[in-house]
């Protein structure tokens, strides 16, 4: 979910002001370091998702930043032709410390076909993550339920791990393993910067560093995770720049080659 949290209904409230923890363990962890050349334009990315060659849909991410706070919104969904055979619409919130950075609170919720799903999670200073969650599914009883978790490495939220990644100041052959928490599923990202390329987006050329994302299930109770079948990593293009804007993102399904080209930038309206 994290490399394509760039696929995305109803309405997500912000998640409420609270003070960033004074006293936090993961504030020891070199995740937590704030990205010194990191400066993000402000405002909407727009992507398109091309599946197969056809375009399936769009999802835009909103980057704020105010009060060493980041925000990130997501909002995406199918358009009407792929609506007819496979309907999704996806929203999500999630906030995080800049420096140190931490994820704090985050928000989702999902609709594919009729099957909605919400979730909250809550990182607190002792390492552990309070997780809320619901599910309503045609022709079942809804569901609901809460639970902590405490993860075994550095974690985040799929929109707090999209940040992680852009504020990495990457250099070839680095590497980067956290915990990417998605409701009651846990995985493993395990990133390598695998290489530089040359995109043209928005009719400018950009150079981007090219990132190749795996990731693996974690067996819930245990820390080690699952050994699933291989599949093609996922690969992400970040421009190299302090923008560190994700130019594009090229995964493969089982329905085939899926991508989320940006297409267009909308700055932050000063209030």
């Not at 704030?34 to 909103?62: H, S």
Request: hydrophobic share 40%.
């Amino acid at each position: 979910m994290l490399a394509l949290c760039l696929l995305a209904s109803g309405a997500v409230a912000g998640p409420p002001d609270r003070p960033t923890p004074v006293a936090d363990r993961r504030a020891a962890d070199p995740l937590a370091a704030p990205g010194e050349q990191f400066k993000p334009r402000l405002g909407a990315l727009q992507y398109r998702i091309v599946w197969r060659g056809v375009t399936a849909g769009d999802i835009v991410l909103n980057k704020d930043f105010r009060d060493n706070r980041h925000t990130l919104s997501l909002r995406g969904e199918s358009n009407e032709h792929i609506d007819r055979v496979y309907r999704v619409r996806y929203q999500a919130i999630s906030q995080m410390s800049a420096n140190p950075f931490l994820p704090l609170r985050a928000v989702y919720r999902e609709n594919v076909q009729n099957d909605r799903k919400h979730f909250q999670l809550d990182f607190h200073p002792d390492g552990t993550v309070s997780v809320t969650r619901d599910r309503q599914r045609p022709g079942r009883e809804p569901s609901a339920d809460r639970y902590e978790l405490r993860p075994g490495l550095f974690a985040a939220d799929p929109l707090a791990g999209l940040v992680l990644l852009m504020k990495t100041d990457w250099r070839e052959g680095m590497t980067l393993q956290f915990e990417v928490l998605s409701g009651k599923d846990r995985f493993l990202a395990s990133l390598r910067c695998v290489g530089r390329a040359r995109l043209t987006v928005m009719d400018i050329r950009r150079e981007a560093w090219v990132l190749s994302l795996t990731m693996t299930e974690i067996t819930e109770g245990a820390n080690s995770a699952k050994q699933e079948p291989e599949h093609e990593p996922v690969r992400i293009f970040v421009s190299n720049d302090p923008f560190r804007e994700i130019l594009r993102l090229e995964g493969h399904t089982p329905l085939g080659e899926v991508q989320a080209r940006l297409h267009r930038f909308s700055p932050l309206k000063t209030r």
